[in-house]
């Protein structure tokens, strides 16, 4: 039987798409805390949409992890657990050794310009005390590889990977305001690396900056909440 040509679903879909967007955006960012309570009625009220597409969002967000709910009692932002950082970033790490190897023959030279560009932008940042724009470049950063890599179920996993990873190292930059700068380090080689054409070495300094990021949003999730 054909579909009919209703414009109504679509538009619907495209509302749940925006208010997901917004609300995984909030989370990644740190606006929407660890722990917060999520009501739909609130959330409907603020963002001007019914409760529909707000609890559809919240249902995604909840299969992807950066949201928990409780029955029908409570819908809360996820909190921020050790073992959530020892879980994803073994993960973040191979998906990004592998983006990286996808994506080499590709970078030169609007990749490794990009790449240069946005690091310009972390220091600057860094230099301000702009935490979110550190993290904003550090995401154009990544993206360009990411986008590079021409395969498209490798790009929708990574980001994925990514937005939870983003998250906790957003809570490492506000949890330690005089260290975010460490989280930087690795950046300059591995544009260098890349630059060069050496894979075996960017493969490499990814990997262990992966490994001294996790040590440290670690560290942080400790301190924040008493818990190894």
């Not at 940042?125 to 935490?131: P, R, S």
């Amino acid at each position: 039987m054909p579909i009919p040509g209703k414009t109504r679903p679509v538009e619907r879909a495209r509302v749940s798409d925006k208010v997901y967007s917004i609300l995984r955006d909030g989370i990644v960012d740190g606006d929407l805390r660890p722990g917060e309570d999520l009501k739909d009625a609130e959330l409907a009220e603020r963002l001007g949409v019914s409760r529909t597409p707000i609890r559809e969002a919240l249902k995604r967000l909840e299969g992807e992890g950066l949201v928990r709910s409780s029955a029908s009692r409570w819908t809360r932002v996820a909190g921020i657990r050790v073992e959530d950082i020892d879980n994803l970033f073994p993960i973040v790490k191979c998906l990004d050794v592998l983006t990286l190897e996808t994506a080499f023959p590709f970078m030169k030279p609007g990749g490794v310009a990009v790449m240069r560009a946005e690091y310009r932008k972390q220091q600057e940042a860094l230099a301000k005390g702009d935490y979110r724009a550190v993290a904003k470049a550090g995401a154009v950063l990544h993206d360009a590889y990411l986008l590079r890599s021409n395969n498209p179920e490798l790009i929708e996993l990574n980001q994925k990977m990514q937005a939870k990873a983003r998250r906790l190292m957003n809570f490492f930059h506000t949890s330690f305001r005089n260290e975010p700068a460490l989280a930087l380090e690795g950046h300059e080689p591995l544009i260098q690396a890349i630059e060069d054409g050496r894979l075996v070495d960017g493969k490499t300094i990814l990997s262990h900056h992966w490994d001294f990021v996790a040590r440290l949003i670690r560290k942080a999730a400790i301190e924040a909440t008493g818990h190894d």
